[in-house]
């Protein structure tokens, strides 16, 4: 869907200037018209052209099992399913985004394709064509980034038109009709590479010349690298699970850095923050070090920037030539600050490759949520666990009803009927089944890294709980008159009665484990996909101006809109939907400033004024 800013354009003849009622500029119109997406009127799917969706309910017992096993074949087979070489016999475009006059405005966001609520508030901002924050008018970025992660739970072309395409199309339905095309580059994160990428590559690479809504997508590959103006690049890898660099890549990456300067200065976008990560598997940020110490180095360029999603918060580390950003808030479920390492030393100490860069040492210098708001909204576990996860509570009392049912069998003694005895499960094949449960919970063989004896000793505990309270429910239930019923009443009791009683009371004891597992690190991800928070979103405003520095601005949004009207009468590049109440965006913290003026690599390290970083300072967000 593109409207007429995309069409071959004509030069006026200067002795003919056609009026509003000139027959030439109302057939031009009329044609123009009938070429734009017709607004819907109401929230109807067939309207809209795509179903908006809930947030994606990551406990349900089907979606747990589905996607686990989905995140493993992909990690196992990741190999045989990498696509990557193929990419080899499709074009290596270098592209170019001169801006206007000299000032480029980039836009980044990451993690986005979730529940539509959350996913278009974001995109309604993107496409706005500027925003006011704190007295400052950022206008919409002549490129948006999307830095991974454009569809959940797993990726699909239903799943990428609903979650991904759709809100966004109705967020910037087309070209705007003056200025340039924004152009939308995507980075594939670890959802759109569990089909071996072949929707991903449907969506932003088979079409060279296509679009989603108002956003022109040309990249060629998976990967990317756009000159900027002001003597900046922007390179953006594919890593693929973070296994390794294909050759393929490899050589157009080689090919763009021929072009690179030793006065030059590169954002680098990486599907994760493996300086993160790298504090609990210090091999996480090998693959990163390989890029910047073969490719970047040799060209006497600097990494001034680098920017990763997959951790759904704002978070940046500082260091004396370089700033570490993680951005995940596009959409999907918040994840928490307050356990982020307060420093993060890339490569680590402990990688075992002897051929690794000089460790640097960052300093975490900003987040949003701030960790004070994130512990608050740890603590709502209790609360919103249980009520948010009603299929996993259902799958908790059934695994409960049966532990009850085995211990019965053994206080009371087997049934008399063939059907009774075919209905009980024996005690031990229950408790071994929730305890492997447990523990296989604390560290699932999908995340790739070590499980520990923190992690086999808290899932241990957490089944230990677990039966505790099946056989202090099931001594009871044995004391109640209903066990010397009519066979089958006591089972159907036991279904309709205890199993959601024994189903909530799981879920608190679920959602009390995980605070407590926080505490050892163990956990984090599930303590905040459990309670699936909307609100706390944010996005990166890049601009960089012809002297070649470099603002970012980091919004946040605090509160994500859950109810919008249809504006079928504005015009053609208005969003198809509006927020019943204004959303409203702020700074996460003041905006960081790269100057030209910056260390070369390898220089020591240094002061923020030495590294040519305007250190922000002022309020506490």
Partial sequence: MTGDASAPRVASDPSH?????DPATRDKASRRAARLPRRPASLDPRELGFTPRGPVPWLAPLLLLSTGLRSLLATLFGAYLDKRELQNSLPSDIHHQPGDGGELWLDYVADLGDGFDATYSVAYLLAQPELVVDGQRLPRGHALVLGGDQVYPTASMDDYEDRFKGPYRSALPVPPPSGPRPTMYALPGNHDWYDGLTAFLRVFVR???GSVGGWR?????SYFAVRLP???????IDEQFGSYLDDPQLRYFEQAGGQLRSHHRVILATPSPSW????DRPDAYDTLDYFLRTVIAPTGASVRLILAGDLHHYARYHGPDRELITCGGGGAYLAGTHQLPSTVTVPSPDAIRPDHSPPRTFTLAG???TAQRSRRYAWGVVARLPWRNPGFLTMLGILHTLWMLSIAELVVGPGDGEEQRLFSIPAGIMLTMMTLATVLFAKPPSTGARRTARHVTLGLAHGVAHLALGLGGALLWTRLPVIDWVWPLPPLTAAAVYGPALGVLGGVLVA????VASLFRVNLNELFAGQGIEDAKSFLRLRITDDGTL??????????CHQWRPRPDDPADAPWLAPATPLTVRLAEPPIVLTPGGPAPGEPAGTAAQAGVSAPAGRDS
Avoid: C, H
């Avoid at 603002?551 to 994500?560: E, R």
């Fill in 217 to 221: 997508t040309e990249q060629s590959r």
């Fill in 512 to 515: 009390v484990y995980l605070l």
């Fill in 551 to 560: 603002t970012i601005y980091p919004l946040a949004v605090d509160n994500v």
């Fill in 367 to 369: 987040a949003f949520p």
């Fill in 17 to 21: 200037e056609a009026g509003p009622g």
């Fill in 276 to 279: 993160v990560k790298a504090s």
């Fill in 230 to 236: 002001g003597d900046w690049w922007l390179y953006a």
């Fill in 207 to 209: 079409m060279r010349t």
